[in-house]
């Protein structure tokens, strides 16, 4: 009987622990993270192989994404392309279990110092100078002399620095 009533007080005390305590996700992603790996699935779906060539041909050039994510909502991209580094400021949030960056939303499966994202990208057209033209098909883009980009799915892989 005794043990009965030790273990019900005990199960009290934890149940009034205070929940100041708890990490949440939000606390989790803060700090500075670089995508260590990439992977782009067979079908725009998210299902099928993953596919890591283009990875591998970015690790082979020197090319490094990192991000360092602040406690004000704003993260720093930093993107180094042939040992050049450019840096942009971005808002960024947490909505449940879903990481969003500029409003793009993707869940995120963290696990310690690594977590990992699924994310989709719908087709688009875009013309020479990198501007994405909204409302035209495959056909209509590629007449006009630009360039379309499939919808795809990628796999991205963060690690904590």
Same mark, same amino acid.
């Given at each position: ?10 199960? =009290? ?30 079908? =725009? ?106 919808? =795809?799915?990628?796999?991205?892989? =963060?690690?904590?620095?």
């Amino acid at each position: 009987m005794k043990f009965l009533t030790v273990l019900i007080c005990c199960l =009290a005390l934890i149940a009034c622990e205070d929940d100041t305590d708890d990490v949440t996700l939000n606390d989790e992603v803060l700090g500075d993270w670089s995508i260590t790996n990439m992977g782009e699935f067979a079908n =725009a779906d998210c299902s099928g192989d993953l596919d890591y060539t283009g990875w591998g041909l970015a690790v082979a050039f020197g090319i490094t994404m990192d991000y360092t994510f602040n406690a004000d909502g704003t993260a720093d991209v930093s993107t180094t392309v042939f040992g050049m580094t450019d840096t942009e400021t971005v808002s960024w949030e947490i909505d449940g279990d879903q990481l969003c960056i500029e409003g793009e939303c993707a869940t995120v499966d963290l696990s310690g110092d690594t977590f990992t994202i699924v994310a989709s990208e719908d087709a688009y057209c875009e013309d020479d100078m990198g501007e994405e033209i909204d409302g035209v098909t495959m056909t209509e883009c590629e007449a006009a002399g630009n360039d379309w980009y499939g919808a =795809a799915c990628y796999e991205l892989t =963060a690690t904590k620095q």
